[in-house]
């Protein structure tokens, strides 16, 4: 990192010490560092992409058969596929989150952040609002992707602008949990292990690959209680504009909505749940716990 990075990097900005004024702040904070380390963006990228492709191509024509005999015939893999790598990128996106906290926790920044005047609820919520955005622009390239590659949005814009928003909602409990562990851990191989050791277990245990009612029930019941089911449940559902959620039955709704609701529910009840927990934990930090 360069001297000029670093000692932007190890600035407190000033803001007008109110809410919304730290949030901003700390939005725009996150966002220089992201663009100063692109790296992180690409790599986080670059691994849904791969997933896209050699899914698509290699496991298209054996999958395909699977997802006629799961959702019915005239559904392509791709189209099938697309909303699942959505979720991914943001489950990976989300995974950085806690090593930039960590980050700020080695090079001393993170100590200057709690002795300052800033609330520590608008230093998370103006971390977050920074990722979710970079997350926001991953997923619509993905899409666009998708698209590229044959993958029809039944929904249209508005149907990419609601799997954009579901991806958004499903990866506030994962950056949650990421700034979690890097507040509990204070150290980088941690909280990448610890975040990674969940991120393939959570994919392929879940409705991401393949419908549900083809897997084995041991893995259908996991997929029950797996935040990436109802992630991946609520995009499809969007993209193809039909109900395909099979983990809950809900007939309140009409078509998608039926998947959509409940889907987004139970992803912004974890969301605030495990958002609460970190937002505690920063707040309960002291600039002797991060020495």
Known sequence: MSGETQSADHEIPRSSNTFAGDVWVNFKRWNLKAVRNPFVLVVSLAQPF????????????????????????GIDYT???????????????AVTSGIGLVN????????????????RT????????????????QIAIILGLGVLLGAEITTGVVGA????????????????????????????ESTIIGANLLQFPLLFLSSAFLPLEVLP????????????????????????????MTVLEVTAFDGALDTIVPAVAVLAGL????????????????SSDVR
């Open 271 to 286: 969301g605030v749940a495990f958002g609460g927990v970190a937002v505690y934990l920063l707040s309960r930090a002291s």
């Open 122 to 137: 608008a230093v998370f919520v103006g971390k977050t609002l920074a990722e979710v955005f970079r997350i926001a622009l």
């Open 217 to 244: 029930n041991w893995i259908q019941l996991f997929a029950r209680i797996n935040p990436v089911t109802y992630g991946v449940d609520a995009a499809r559902a969007i993209m193809l504009d039909e109900d395909v």
């Open 79 to 93: 189209t099938f596929l697309v909303p699942a790598i959505a979720i991914q990128v943001a489950l990976a996106s």
């Open 161 to 188: 602008l609601g799997i954009i928003g579901v991806g958004i909602v499903f990866s506030f409990w994962f950056i949650a949990f990421s700034n979690t562990l890097a507040v509990l851990t204070r150290d980088q």
């Open 50 to 73: 791969i997933f896209l492709v050699l899914f698509t191509e290699v496991f298209g024509n054996v999958a395909g058969g699977a997802v006629s005999e799961g959702l019915g015939p």
């Open 104 to 119: 700020d926790i080695e090079n001393g920044m993170f100590e200057k952040v709690l002795v300052s005047p800033m609330n």
